[in-house]
């Protein structure tokens, strides 16, 4: 049996066994998100592969450097830097535009390429297929489902063989539908089991926790379960404190978010964690992670004393259920920020994030509606107290603006406004200062005058504009291609 194999059972010794019958020199890794989040499993094979591969053919690992870095950095460890890019030189607080969940896609896309040059490089001449077996693919983050749908469906079973293993529970509707195309489903029988020395509730808990609570054996869960909650905390606690040290973002994005967050300060130390998590989940654009950690964090945050945190966490959640097709869910939590908060900053940047909604995503749009949530915006923006916030949050709200005047038809009016944000940037800032947002205006602008010129000639061309004058200018528009659309 040489395709592509799907192996169901309810424990993973179980899996397994059937897994080495089938596959006895496959690389098995594991995909439990709770161990690295997005990529768990991903991230083993690559660093099985990579060495052999940066070692034989540089040139196929530098034509895939940038998607084999995105979203797994620590394997630079393996194949050096990532290419430089604004994006990814901005500091936090400057980004206004995020890549979602397309943009992973892409990455995914081309990890997927790799590794069908890999296999394809190392199992010429052989008879032997590249094997790889995920378990726990039940348990995977959606990002990793997705990647493991795409490779299911472009693998050559002949040259690099994929076994699913899973329990019964159902999966992402991707992977679900790839693997009913593409491979045969095997069903792994329930061993008998030895029985097992006596342990008091405690000990399991402390052996469900080592584990990152990741064991499926009932007995162990079930200890976890009856354990003392206090002494349970501290367990995770302990836990997550080993990991500290040397812990990737993947790790800090699953394990110690997911300890942190059940460890005995939750409030705190566990709030804390997963804010950072999310943040690294918003900048890479790991679009089903940052829902997932934003509610969570929403979970461990009391509005009243936390209400920037609560406020994020649920301002990104909000934005990556776009995304990923949640829109109903993504307006619920705009209104739930909304309703809970008086704070101006808050209904300022939720009245723009609605305005995108109804301008951009649901359907039917409504741009009049858009251009009332967009006017409320800018009408906070232009009163804040600080100056420095009250000039770069009046060109985002007037970009944002632009965008609603484009969508209604007044192309003329839209270029005004990006052409004022763009002249009182330059004027009150450094060449150094917001570059990322400000090359994102002048793509903007481009792409008004591009529209303007298809209805009046020689707009673009005679545009001094289109013209880099300086090393902002250069650089800007020489990375446009780095930045989404506004979201």
């Given at each position: 049996m040489m395709g592509h194999l799907r192996i169901v059972g309810d424990r993973?010794?179980?899996r397994l066994r059937l897994v080495r019958t089938h596959a006895g020199r496959a690389l098995v890794v594991r995909c439990h998100q709770r161990l690295r989040g997005p990529y768990t499993g991903i991230d083993t094979v690559l660093r099985a592969v990579l060495p052999e591969a940066h070692r034989r053919w540089p040139a196929l690992v530098d034509a895939h450097r940038v998607e084999l870095l995105y979203g797994m950095p620590e394997l630079a460890q393996l194949i050096?830097?990532?290419?430089r890019t604004l994006a990814g030189e901005a500091p936090f607080k400057e980004r206004t535009r995020f890549f979602g969940s397309g943009m992973i896609r892409c990455m995914s896309q081309g990890i997927v390429t790799f590794l069908l040059d890999y296999a394809r490089r190392t199992q010429a001449g052989s008879d032997s297929p590249l094997e790889l077996a995920f378990e726990e693919v039940h348990a995977a983050e959606s990002t990793t489902q997705e990647?493991?749908?795409?490779?299911?469906r472009r693998a050559d079973p002949?040259?690099?063989?994929?076994?699913?293993?899973?329990?019964?529970e159902a999966l992402t509707g991707e992977l679900e539908a790839a693997l009913a195309n593409t491979t045969t489903t095997l069903h792994a029988p329930?061993?008998?089991?030895?029985?097992?020395?006596?342990?008091?509730?405690?000990?399991?808990?402390?052996?469900?926790?080592?584990?990152d609570c990741t064991d499926d054996d009932p007995q162990v869960v079930r200890g976890y379960q009856e354990a003392d909650r206090e002494a349970v905390a501290r367990l995770h606690d302990r836990r997550a404190d080993s990991l500290e040290g040397t812990a990737s973002w993947g790790v800090r994005m699953g394990a110690i978010a997911y300890h942190r967050e059940r460890g005995s300060d939750p409030a705190g130390a566990g709030r804390t964690a997963l804010l950072a998590a999310q943040r690294h989940a918003v900048a890479t654009g790991f679009s089903a992670a940052v829902v997932d950690l934003g509610l969570r964090g929403r979970g461990v945050s009391d509005p009243g004393i936390h209400e920037h945190d609560y406020w994020e966490f649920t301002r990104e959640a909000a934005a990556a259920c776009i995304p990923i097709g949640r829109l109903d869910e993504s307006m619920?939590?705009?209104?739930d920020l909304l309703r809970r908060f008086t704070n101006p900053k808050i209904h300022m940047m939720t009245s723009y994030a609605i305005a995108m909604l109804h301008t951009r995503f649901l359907q039917p749009?409504?741009?009049?509606?858009?251009?009332?949530w967009q006017h409320n915006a800018v009408a906070i923006a232009g009163i804040l107290p600080d100056p420095a916030e009250r000039l770069t949050f009046s060109v985002f709200h007037d970009n944002g603006l632009a965008l609603v005047e484009m969508h209604r038809g007044n192309r003329t009016r839209a270029l005004e406004l990006v052409e004022s944000c763009i002249a009182r940037l330059d004027e009150?800032?450094?060449?150094?200062?917001w570059i990322l947002h400000r090359s994102q205006l002048l793509y903007n602008r481009a792409r008004l005058l591009v529209a303007l010129g298809a209805r009046g000639r020689g707009v673009c061309r005679l545009h001094p504009a289109c013209r880099p004058r300086s090393l902002l200018h250069r650089l800007s528009l020489g990375a446009r291609q780095d930045l989404p659309r506004p979201r």
């Open positions: 993973r010794p179980d050096g830097p990532a290419p990647l493991l749908a795409l490779l299911v002949r040259l690099l063989r994929v076994l699913v293993s899973t329990t019964a329930a061993a008998d089991r030895e029985p097992e020395a006596h342990r008091g509730p405690l000990e399991w808990a402390a052996a469900y926790v080592d584990g619920e939590l705009y209104r749009r409504d741009h009049e509606l858009a251009l009332q009150a800032m450094d060449d150094g200062q």
